[in-house]
């Protein structure tokens, strides 16, 4: 390869010297130094054509023999191949130094001065093009050195090269458009993705796509939301087919359905520790395999809430909840859609559809089938975990709504990311509602600070202590307005 590179600064030596006398009397350039100009310029291109068609550029890091190299040799050749692009490159940078001299020197002559611009724009492509392969020859050279007799890290250029299961190959894989034309997005092919984490979780994810395809998939929810909570947020799609329960039935009637327990052969059971709805209802006192023992009470625990004070401190005669009509005055008539991103059965989406307010709620299955209850509640249950981005557009809800979930547990961090992707889902004007959040005393001023980061304004704000923890804890509840700002 030197043996090729080595003659073009000769070339361009040559074309120097020929246009030395030319820069001086254009006439003469003109009708004779260009024509040599052209010519060693294309003789530059055949020559990089023919290398470029003849040899890739790892055949010319890696091969054993090229002009009498030894196979010894061959990172050496790479760096003087690196060299040799710098030779060419500054011989044109300097040629084209001169030729924008000598068009300052001629501004009188029009004609010269358009060929000395094409001339200097033509070798500004050869710089370009020439500057880019430079760029790909250092990147192969980086990728051969080897600094030690370790055993090199497996590199993952695309997804599909990580995993073993098919599924997920072709799930991961680019799918280019069949026209081979951009599709009605605007891209020219579909990539779909999975999260950052299910690389580190790559054995689950793995159990999680052997299936057959068209058949029916194995009853794993517990590990697809395993995978969920640690990150591995979004999930691949599926192609088999989800199981139902065995003996499915019609869900009661809109009017029944609210606050009645829903038919239990409606869910499957098998990786819950109660089996049906009425083991769930009569927890209400049992606490610790899930976060809202008492959420399917609802004619006890459920029924009255957000809609008369349910827990009133004896001493002060205070209380964290606040209730639904009472907020919604805040902004009459304008609270008409939101998100309720709690632990919860739904009821608050259902006491908000008594006034006319649509609710979206965002839940995950702890311990019980939250979002199957919600369902046949004949509400909107929004499968979601805290890693995943809110799937709303920006500046979309009336209001959001958050209790049981974000509490004294949450990193500042991840509060702060979460707390900002709900300020984006919000309206200007729209409520942030924060429900009953408890934390430890000594942490209070550091998560209501995170708060107060977003600069709402403030609607409600109490602090009123949690009794059952010896007083060592605190509720927290606010609402706040979201402001307007300027685009």
């Given at each position: ?6 003659m ?5 030596d040559k ?10 009397k ?32 790892r055949s ?10 030894s ?72 990728m ?68 057959d ?79 809202c ?59 908000m ?18 979002n ?17 981005r ?98």
């Amino acid at each position: 390869m030197n043996c090729r590179w080595e003659m073009i600064p000769l070339v361009l030596d040559k074309i120097k010297m020929a246009n030395v006398n030319g820069l001086a009397k254009m006439g003469t350039w003109k009708s004779v130094n260009r024509t040599i100009f052209i010519l060693g310029a294309c003789a530059l291109l055949v020559s990089v054509a023919t290398l470029s068609r003849s040899f890739s550029i790892r055949s010319l890091l890696v091969t054993d023999s090229f002009c009498n190299a030894s196979p010894s040799s061959s990172s050496r050749n790479g760096g003087q191949v690196s060299a040799n692009f710098e030779v060419v490159i500054q011989k044109i940078r300097q040629e084209m130094d001169e030729l924008k001299k000598g068009m300052s020197k001629e501004e009188s002559l029009s004609s010269s001065s358009e060929i000395l611009l094409r001339h200097s724009g033509f070798l500004t492509d050869i710089l370009g093009l020439i500057e880019s392969m430079q760029e790909s020859v250092q990147d192969m050279e980086n990728m051969t050195v080897v600094h030690s007799p370790v055993k090199p890290i497996h590199q993952i250029d695309v997804p599909e090269d990580y995993f073993l299961i098919e599924e997920i190959r072709k799930y991961v894989r680019v799918k280019p458009n069949r026209l081979g034309k951009q599709n009605f997005m605007g891209a020219n092919g579909t990539f779909t993705s999975i999260g950052h984490a299910c690389f580190a979780m790559k054995e689950d994810l793995e159990e999680y796509m052997d299936y057959d395809v068209g058949e029916i998939c194995n009853d794993d929810w517990k590990l697809a939301q395993k995978l969920m909570v640690h990150g591995c947020d979004p999930l691949p799609r599926r192609r088999c087919l989800a199981r139902a329960p065995r003996l499915y039935t019609q869900p009661f009637p809109i009017s029944e359905s609210i606050w009645k327990l829903p038919d239990d052969r409606n869910v499957r059971w098998s990786g819950y520790r109660c089996k049906n709805f009425t083991c769930l209802a009569n927890n209400n006192t049992r606490k610790g395999f899930f976060k809202c023992a008492d959420c399917f009470n609802l004619s006890h625990h459920e029924m009255p809430r957000w809609i008369q004070p349910t827990e009133l401190d004896p001493e002060t005669n205070s209380t964290a909840d606040f209730l639904i009509p009472e907020v919604l005055e805040i902004k009459p008539g304008e609270i008409r859609i939101g998100l309720d991103f709690s632990v919860g059965t739904g009821t608050f989406a259902a006491r908000m559809r008594e006034f006319n307010v649509t609710i979206v709620s965002a839940t995950i299955n702890l311990g019980a089938p939250f979002n199957e209850m919600i369902a046949l509640r004949g509400l909107v249950p929004l499968y979601l975990t805290v890693n995943q981005r809110l799937p709303f557009f920006d500046n979309t809800l009336d209001l959001i709504h958050t209790t049981r979930f974000l509490d004294g547990w949450i990193d500042l961090v991840l509060l702060d990311f979460v707390l900002f992707d709900w300020d984006r889902v919000l309206r200007p004007g729209g409520l942030l509602w924060i429900d009953s959040f408890f934390c430890l005393k000594q942490d209070l001023d550091d998560y209501t600070e995170a708060f107060k980061v977003l600069r709402y304004r403030k609607r409600k704000w109490v602090v009123v202590p949690k009794r059952d923890k010896d007083d060592r804890e605190v509720f927290f509840s606010a609402v706040l307005e979201k402001p307007p700002r300027p685009f």
